[in-house]
């Protein structure tokens, strides 16, 4: 008896990437599945909060042809491809995250969340976020703990803290400040915002002096309570009244996992 020979293709990752890779396979008629650990497609787009625009250069894709978006909102941009995925008939499997992929004979077995999948080929398309990363404090579990602010207008009112010190971070701090009532914190660990937009840094300098919300610079979160979190500044303990955290410190890719299957990185500046 023959043995079942290994599908062709699996491709990790649905954002923008994966969904062309995932049409490129329908146009060659490729045996393939599209895994993605999210619940929805996008990418780091799906993790955008409401309304944001979206910077997009014009593209062709498989089967669909020229893409023309320059700005487009998030929403746009994901009616779009959910559009694409329903009329190309593409197979994406949410909620399973790849955990290994394991080299054999001739082939890659790649196991996830939810099973085992036997491919001559394995095609990453995990981008750049990866998995939320977590600050790793007591306290981190409880459910008003979040990594990514979605719709600003939900913690209206309420005593919001943000935690990072990228662009992501200071747009969802500067959302948040416009909403009424809504006392806003944001904790960064570095003592400068060095590496972000010059037109956010300027947004938050303004809001800051208008006292619309918070800057803690040079804090660290050490615990978080039910209705306070305790920041670490300067030495000392600043114990703050808190309704939510929301985590923007970037994402940790699968950077040991992948180096087991032969997959080189070149460090610079301390970033892969």
Not at 51 to 61: G, H, Q, Y
Not at 158 to 164: E, M, P, Q, Y
Not at 217 to 244: C, F, H, K, T, W
Not at 252 to 266: H, R
Request: proline share 5%; charged share 25%.
């Amino acid at each position: 008896m023959t043995p079942a020979q290994p599908a062709p293709l699996r491709i990790v990752g649905a954002g923008p990437a994966g969904i062309a890779a995932g049409l490129g396979a329908i146009q060659h008629k490729l045996n393939y599945v599209v895994l993605e650990q999210e619940d929805s497609l996008g990418g780091a787009v799906y993790h955008y909060p409401r309304n944001k625009i979206a910077m997009t250069a014009p593209v062709r894709l498989p089967l669909v042809g020229r893409m023309k978006f320059n700005e487009v909102s998030k929403e746009a941009l994901l009616e779009f491809w959910q559009a694409v995925v329903r009329k190309s008939g593409l197979k994406v499997r949410f909620n399973e995250r790849m955990e290994s992929i394991e080299r054999g004979e001739g082939r890659f077995v790649v196991k996830t969340t939810r099973g085992r999948y036997d491919a001559r080929s394995v095609l990453l398309a995990v981008g750049r976020r990866g998995t939320p990363r977590k600050l790793g404090v007591p306290g981190e579990e409880l459910p008003k703990v979040v990594y990514r602010l979605i719709d600003a207008e939900q913690y209206r009112g309420k005593r919001v803290l943000v935690v990072g010190g990228g662009d992501s971070a200071l747009e969802a701090a500067l959302a948040l400040a416009r909403e009424p009532r809504t006392k806003v914190a944001l904790s960064y660990r570095g003592e400068a915002f060095g590496r972000v937009k010059p037109k956010n840094r300027e947004r938050l300098e303004a809001a800051a002096a208008g006292k619309r919300l918070r800057v803690l610079l040079g804090s660290v979160v050490e615990r978080i309570d039910a209705g306070e979190v305790v920041l670490g500044v300067a030495g000392r303990a600043l114990q703050m009244p808190n309704d939510a955290v929301i985590v923007c410190a970037g994402g940790v890719l699968p950077v040991d996992l992948l180096k087991k299957v032969g997959i080189e990185f070149e460090t610079k500046r301390g970033t892969a």
